[in-house]
């Protein structure tokens, strides 16, 4: 793991893992229990939000693996953006006890900002849907968190990392996109556009993500509700000056379905994201002085 940013005093010494496994109720039927006010602790209850849209068949396979990661996750919820398989169906059936919501307009970021505000666990853990991301890992991400981090990244580039989706093309517009967001927040990213990240729920009013009961304009979305979501995130927090430790990680192909991803649309995107929350941050700052 590399540190990108500058410290921030660590939560209270401890060992790090995470919460200990809960106890499951009557045939695995568990509830999440309520946690009102999340906590630094070095065993925090760790909340995994999945958008899925149309992802039965990956469902299948990733919630039965991501509940069996032990030390045992808090709770999982599925965030399905009207899907026409039937994936929280599937949900349901392959994991008793996940939580499953609808998001409340359309697009991933409003898909997580939901998960997230639906999250009772002390961490989120923001996981795809497609089977891309090692539930294996989460241990990981989380002791980044328990050892001060406050926002942990993922990273297929940084040591300990890689891919086996990724195009040359992809990688190489990556690192120009690493570059720009490195300029102008400070940061030393090496994998901006990489959605396998962490950080502590009592974060959540820094990002300020559109409210979930807000009303879909007429036209478009609303800023943070499309795919723009993660570098906004990356951005927010890195403008916070918040601590953001790298964590390695494998990326996996694909399991079921195609990719939604459009390389130069989406790299675009990005791009226009960065800048954008650039200059949000620059208004920011004037407004404080």
């Known amino acids: ?14 060992q790090a893992h995470f919460v200990p496994p809960h ?6 039927l568990r509830r999440p229990r309520p946690r009102p006010q999340p906590t630094r602790t070095p065993y925090p209850a760790v909340s995994v939000v999945v958008p899925t849209r149309n992802e039965a068949r990956n469902l299948e396979i990733i919630l039965p693996a991501i509940a069996a990661v032990r030390p045992s996750v808090h709770e999982i919820i599925v965030v399905d953006g009207n899907s026409t398989d039937g994936s929280l169906e599937v949900a349901q059936r392959v994991l008793p006890w996940v939580r499953t919501i609808n998001q409340t307009r359309k697009g991933k970021g409003n898909a ?5 505000a639906a999250a009772t666990g002390d961490v989120i853990v923001m996981f795809d849907a497609d ?18 981090a406050d926002f942990a990244k993922g990273s297929r580039f940084t040591s300990g990392g890689g891919s086996d989706d990724i195009t040359l093309l992809r990688k190489t ?3 120009g996109l690493n570059g720009v967001a490195n300029a102008l927040f400070g ?11 962490a950080f502590w729920a009592d974060l959540l009013p820094v990002l300020e993500l559109p409210p979930v009961d807000a009303p879909a304009p007429s036209e478009g979305m609303l800023w943070g509700d499309g795919f723009e979501i993660e570098t906004v995130l990356n951005c927010r ?10 964590v390695p990680s494998i990326e996996r192909q694909r399991m079921f379905g195609d990719t ?8 675009t995107r990005v791009l226009r994201t960065l800048l954008a929350e650039h200059r949000r941050a620059d208004r920011r700052k004037s407004d404080r002085r």
């Open 1 to 14: 793991m590399s540190a990108v940013s500058p410290a921030r005093p660590a939560i209270p010494e401890g």
């Open 237 to 246: 927090i890195a403008a916070a000056g918040l601590k953001i430790t790298e």
């Open 260 to 267: 939604n991803l459009r390389t130069f649309a989406d790299g």
């Open 173 to 175: 517009g990556n690192a």
């Open 187 to 197: 940061t030393n990213y090496t994998d901006l556009c990489y959605g396998y990240n």
């Open 23 to 28: 106890e499951a109720g009557v045939h695995g």
């Open 131 to 148: 089977g891309s991301a090692d539930p294996a890992e989460i241990p990981a991400f989380v002791d980044a968190l328990v050892q001060g």
């Open 112 to 116: 997580m900002a939901c998960g997230f």
